[in-house]
């Protein structure tokens, strides 16, 4: 029973809903789906009683019809368990988790910003990456977005 | 323990060495073997199958057919970022990097170089791998 | 002089790459600051989503100038997880020994910056003069000194001889004498000393809540490293020690990477003494099968994560990167709480920012809300920067007249 | 009065001090660059600068005064160049000379690091004022072990003229090797008169960019820039005069090259210092000067006391 399985079954003994819903590729790395409604405490029990004590970074992913977000975990740094909830992009908006890891403001910002998530609970701030007078409603990550193509550097007439 | 001007050993008896800096332009540092300059372009190997424009990060390449078998390659110095990526793509070994690194021009479009079809095949070109 | 809101940056000498920082000052000490990245953002991310993983490799390798080699192992690690490609074991080692090379050259370079920063310049002078000892090393084994295209999608492009494991070993002496000499300027030189103990103080649990990475981490005394805890390419059968300090502050960091230069001399010379024989790279498909992988790699500055996605097609649907920086650079405003201000550049470098890999995101003079792209002469883009900061900043810049002419 | 004359504008004056500056600046990079392994700039780079800085535009702020914005400049420089002429170079007699020169000499050198507190401050911008209140601070700190470093070999020679003082020296000439303390305190102190390295707090690149001058450029920053030159031979003479007396009463050439020589040991000293220290924090330099240059230069003072108690009488 390696670690990875010990910690699947401990997950499965307190959630029994994740029946199933675990994936372990390789040593030292699990995919697991979560449903977005029962993300908060799945993320506290890892969190607080498991000891997955360090955020690597949130990764967001626009899939179709819904965006998904994936809580990248270590657990003494070495183990990492990647939680992966899906919010319908009609109302996108996910709990933030600045309580457990204050780092993670930037990384929720960034959401924000590039896929047009609503974090609830994120402090009011200055945007993060894009700049303050970029068109409000544009979120380039977003597949549909294409990027308007710089104009060609005009060639001088050469003399 | 604590000692105030420890590199004052070092910094004394490097007046009299010699300074380890060069004056570029005059002094001329010899470059790596392996080194990734300007592309040199044998058009009798080339097929024209157009791997390197797939393959080439900053699309700087284009083969352009001009002649029964002939094909030229014409190549953006300014784009390309010397990866030499079409150098390994290329199935016939047509492309190789040289050595030459002072490629700047004041007029822009000579930076848009054709290497056309008449280069003899000077030097063997041993693989780059 | 009472309270004084001073801005750093984004363009400022002391920073290599820009990032503002609002600091208010009571006379020469630090009440409070915000930090502003997302200067340097170029949208990486949503161009390597257009072009194919040969032609990311490159890409990525340019997110930073400093840890290209970072980038594209860690991306090519995920890319070869998720196509299941079993590399030999000579690439694994090539890899490594680049890695550890980067590193050297980084942490050297570092060295230089500090010492600059704290208006040390022969200190600067002699590292970097030791630094191209080092570059000589990278560009006889990969052709280019920084950039080095050393990767592709399933191994290595360049292999190495015996005679140039023969040239490399005494140069690795020699740059080990001279980083021990380093070590003893660190230790010893007063007004060094002086300038880094007791700056940019991050207390172990500080580290700890804020995610630092890297140096900055260990420095703090979080015995965390990637090459040890997550190994990947060929650290699994490497012996070295993981370098902590629990000096909390700038001197700590400077001893942890110094200490990290001398393992990496120790690790180099174990690989290049028992690096296997055989090919350096195995046919990679041009289209990867779908799924998702995330890699970590121990940059010199902390942990790179990469995440990637892939959807059998030759292009990744998604690539995510976490550079080192972005998770050190919410604890610089907790170093620098009531510290001086003279201790800012030298606090910001210790953390050994690298912005260009923080940010990824383009950005273009747009008019809002419309995508109509308008080039507005000089007067009317002084008129538009007035008036922005006149309503969102609500300072009057229009008394400044530059001069007469305009 | 044309000698005099001649003397203030041409030789040992304006013109011989402006071109004088400039070599000791070159050869202060020079030796630099060299303490670090490295080439150093060729022979006419600081007339180059100076030459392109005067070429350049000049900008004022619009809220600062701009008459007093352009008169600083040329107060600093006249103030280091008045103080030259009071000290005697290569024989015992100086231009002028009256009892209390010394004195005199020390406040005109004082003079230049006010108009770098007035530039900062007159200029208006935020870093030049930060840059500016730093200058007082720290002339605080130097201030006091550098006056005493200084006048402590007065003492001995019971006079404060300093033709007098370099009389009494050249006489006896051992009497010099008492001084060795305040030469040392001295040094460290015009390091900090001078802004150079572990005192150049007020211009540091890396944290208030330009320091009291951000706002400066064209002809005026050239002006300044000429002013810390002069300002560097003047405390260079200043402290081969008053510590290094030996040399003096030999043929006038023979001692205009000792008295060269003697100038550029000290130019030395002051750029092997620049090389081999850090730059110390505001506070850190105020504490150093306070704790250990002050005690020093008193301890100095206080072994010319018990001399000339034993010597003299």
């Known amino acids: 029973m390696s670690k990875e399985e010990t910690i699947q079954q401990e997950l499965i003994k307190n959630f029994g809903f994740l029946e199933g819903k675990f994936r372990i590729p390789r040593e030292r790395r699990i995919f697991l789906d979560v449903p977005a409604d029962r993300f908060m405490d799945v993320f506290d029990y890892t969190v607080k009683k498991m000891n997955f004590n360090y955020l690597c970074i949130i990764s967001g992913l626009d899939e179709g019809e819904n965006l998904s977000f994936i809580y990248h975990l270590a657990l003494n740094y070495s183990i990492i368990l990647n939680i992966k909830i899906s919010v319908p992009k009609s109302n996108p908006s996910i709990k933030t988790i600045t309580g457990y890891f204050p780092s993670a403001d930037l990384y929720e910002r960034e959401l924000e910003d590039l896929l047009g998530a609503k974090v609830e609970g994120l402090a009011k701030g200055r945007r993060y990456p894009l700049p303050d007078d970029w068109p409000i409603g544009q979120y380039p990550l977003r597949k549909d977005w294409k990027p308007q193509d710089e104009p060609e550097v005009k060639q001088e007439k050469s003399n | 323990m604590i000692k105030p001007g420890k590199m004052f050993a070092e910094v004394m008896n490097n007046v009299f060495r010699k300074p380890a800096t060069e004056l570029y332009p005059f002094v001329k540092t010899e470059k790596p073997d392996k080194f990734r300059g300007k592309l040199e372009f044998y058009s009798e190997k080339c097929i024209g199958c157009k791997l390197c424009m797939k393959d080439c990060p900053s699309n700087a390449i284009t083969i352009n057919k001009i002649g029964e078998k002939k094909f030229e390659a014409i190549i953006d110095l300014d784009k390309c970022v010397y990866c030499a990526q079409c150098v390994d793509t290329c199935p016939k070994k047509a492309l190789a990097a040289t050595k030459e690194f002072e490629l700047a021009q004041l007029v822009h479009s000579k930076l848009r170089v054709t290497l056309n079809a008449n280069i003899e095949v000077k030097k063997t070109t041993e693989g780059q791998a | 002089m009472g309270k004084v809101m001073i801005p750093i940056g984004p363009q400022h000498p002391a920073l290599k790459e820009p990032a503002s920082f609002n600091i208010t000052l009571d006379g020469e000490k630090i009440l409070d600051m915000i930090v502003k990245v997302g200067y340097n ?39 070869e997880e998720i196509a299941a490609l079993e590399l030999p074991k000579r690439a694994h080692y090539l890899r490594t020994i680049v890695a550890e090379l980067e590193r050297v050259h980084s942490h050297l370079l570092w060295l230089g910056v500090a010492g600059h920063e704290v208006g040390f310049d022969t200190l600067l002078m002699y590292s970097w003069r030791d630094r191209e000892i080092v570059m000589d090393i990278l560009s006889m084994l990969t052709g280019n000194r920084v950039n080095y295209a050393m990767n592709t999608v399933g191994g290595v492009r360049r292999d190495i001889s015996p005679d140039q494991i023969k040239t490399i070993l005494p140069l690795v002496d020699i740059l080990e004498e001279r980083t021990k000499y380093y070590i003893q300027v660190a230790s010893e030189e007063v007004t060094l000393i002086e300038r880094l103990s007791k700056v940019g103080t991050l207390s172990h649990d500080d580290a700890l809540k804020l995610g630092a990475a890297g140096p900055t981490a260990r420095a703090s005394g979080r015995d965390i490293d990637v090459r040890r805890d997550d190994p990947y390419a060929a650290y699994a059968d490497l012996s070295f020690k993981v370098i902590t300090d629990n000096h909390n502050d700038v001197l700590g960091r400077t001893l942890v990477r110094v200490g990290e230069l001398m393992e990496s001399y120790k690790m180099i010379r174990q690989l290049l003494k028992n690096i296997p024989e055989g090919p350096i790279a195995v046919k990679a498909p041009r289209k990867i099968q779908a799924g998702e992988a995330l890699s970590r790699y121990e940059a010199p500055r902390g942990e790179d994560v990469h995440y990637v996605k892939a959807n059998g097609t030759d292009r990744p649907e998604r690539v995510k990167v976490r550079a080192p920086t972005l998770a050190n650079v919410q604890a610089v405003a907790a170093m620098l709480k009531n510290g001086y201000l003279a201790d800012i550049p030298i606090v910001v470098a210790a953390i050994d920012p690298c912005f260009s890999c923080t940010d990824r995101m383009m950005v273009s003079m747009k008019d809002a809300n419309s995508r109509k792209e308008n080039f507005i002469d000089w007067k009317t883009l002084r008129q538009y920067s007035i008036d922005w900061y006149k309503q969102n900043r609500g300072v009057d810049m229009s008394k400044i007249k530059i001069s007469k002419r305009w | 009065m044309i000698y005099t004359l001649f003397s203030i504008l041409v030789f040992p004056g304006l013109l011989f001090l402006s071109i004088f500056g400039v070599i000791a600046e070159f050869i202060d990079r020079r030796l630099y660059a060299r303490f670090q392994n490295r080439m150093g700039p060729p022979w006419f780079q600081p007339v180059a600068d100076f030459i392109k800085l005067l070429a350049k535009e000049e900008l004022i702020p619009e809220e600062a005064d701009a008459r007093m914005f352009k008169i600083l400049p040329v107060f600093a420089v006249a103030a280091a160049v008045t103080a030259f002429l009071y000290i005697p170079l290569w024989n015992t007699a100086s231009l002028f000379s009256f009892e209390g020169d010394i004195i005199v000499v020390l406040y005109l050198l004082t003079l230049p690091t006010l108009t770098f507190f007035l530039a900062g401050w007159y200029s208006t911008s935020l870093y030049a004022m930060i840059g500016a209140v730093r200058t007082l601070t ?133 750029s092997l210092m620049r090389s081999i220290f850090a730059r110390l924090r505001i506070d850190q330099m105020v504490n150093f000067c306070w704790k250990y240059l002050a005690p020093a230069a008193l301890l100095q003072i206080l072994i010319s006391f018990i001399l000339k108690g034993i010597l003299v009488r």
């Open chain 3, 41 to 79: 953002h170029r949208g990486i991310e949503k161009a390597c989503e257009q072009r194919t993983y040969i032609q990311d490799i490159y890409l990525l390798e340019r997110v930073c100038g400093i840890c290209s080699h970072t980038h594209s192992t860690c991306f090519l690690q995920a890319v």
């Open chain 4, 138 to 270: 720290q002339l605080f700190a130097y201030e006091v072990p550098l006056f005493m470093g200084i006048l402590s070999p007065a003492i001995l020679a019971d006079s404060w003229s300093l033709e007098a003082i370099t009389r009494f020296y050249g006489e006896h000439p051992w009497y010099a090797l008492f001084n060795i303390l305040g030469f040392a305190v001295s040094v460290i102190a015009i390091q900090g008169k001078l802004e150079r390295i572990p005192f150049d707090i007020p211009e540091a690149e890396t944290e208030v960019v330009g320091g009291a001058f951000t706002e400066y450029s064209g002809k005026f920053l050239a002006l300044f820039r000429m002013a810390i030159d002069i300002e560097m031979v003047v405390c260079a003479a200043l402290l081969a005069a008053v510590f290094l007396p030996f040399g003096l009463e030999l043929h006038p050439v023979i001692s205009f090259v000792i008295f060269i020589v003697k100038l550029l040991v000290i130019i030395f000293i002051m």
